[in-house]
């Protein structure tokens, strides 16, 4: 799997996880993190990619920790 997708993967991520977008409710950008991470992970599911999916899984949980508060 190239580096550059599972970077851009992440980088998507932590823009829809950004505490600045107060409008959209937390449900909402939960929803968008998971399609996104949901079709990464089904497209990249035969090649290594679970060290990838499980990083951005921990940041995603303690982005969402961040936000809830």
Do not use: F
């Not at 929803?31 to 991470?37: L, P, Y």
């Amino acid at each position: 799997m190239p580096k550059a997708k599972a970077a851009n993967l992440r980088h998507k991520v932590k823009q829809l996880t950004e505490r600045d977008s107060i409008s959209v409710s937390l449900g909402e950008k939960l929803r968008k993190v998971n399609s996104i991470t949901s079709g990464w992970a089904n497209y990249y599911r035969y090649c290594v990619a679970l060290a990838v999916y499980l990083s951005i899984s921990t940041g995603i949980s303690s982005a969402s920790v961040l936000l809830a508060s």
